[in-house]
């Protein structure tokens, strides 16, 4: 008769995919970063479950950070989101919603530490190249923003 071999505490519980939105921001979309980013996400292990690029109006812009509204820097952020195009991805992953705001960096680009994404590609703390989910509820919601259900890839 063979023993099981032990069960690893990893084994046990399985592990849980997080799924998360990104956008590649249009100041990053003009400098052609796009596809350098999306190499970054493939690298850290990120699957790209969608993708697209479009363009959102002001209306548009200021639903999906309605959660900003009431800051001084809402109609700013709004005016530059709606200025040009930008790429939406969904991405999954183990832990995707932390792995991928460590990868994007400190939100002010001149903080971020080297290796990240907005110390490459950001300028300032407003066009700083991407834009990631920073919670399990909040990334629900974008991702129901930018993809319908039977969009993201199974």
């Known amino acids: 008769m063979m023993l099981p071999a032990a069960i690893t505490s990893d084994e046990l519980f399985m592990k849980t995919l997080e799924r998360t939105l990104t956008i590649v921001k249009p100041d ?3 400098r052609n970063a796009i596809g350098d980013i ?7 292990g990120f699957r790209i479950l969608a993708m697209k690029m479009l363009e959102i109006s002001k209306h548009q812009a200021e ?3 309605a959660v900003h509204a009431h800051k001084s820097f809402f109609n700013s952020l709004t005016d530059f989101m709606s200025s040009g195009p930008i790429v939406a991805l969904a991405l999954e992953k183990e832990n ?3 792995d991928l705001r460590q990868l994007m960096g400190a939100t002010n680009p001149a903080s971020a530490e080297e290796g990240t994404i907005r110390k490459k590609w950001g300028s300032s703390i407003e066009r700083n190249a991407i834009h990631g989910s920073d919670a399990d509820d909040t990334a629900r919601f974008e991702l129901s923003f930018f993809f319908a259900g039977y969009e993201l890839a199974q």
């Open 28 to 30: 990053a979309v003009r």
């Open 38 to 44: 999306i190499e970054q996400f493939e690298k850290r």
């Open 96 to 98: 995707a919603i932390a």
């Open 63 to 65: 639903h999906f950070y």
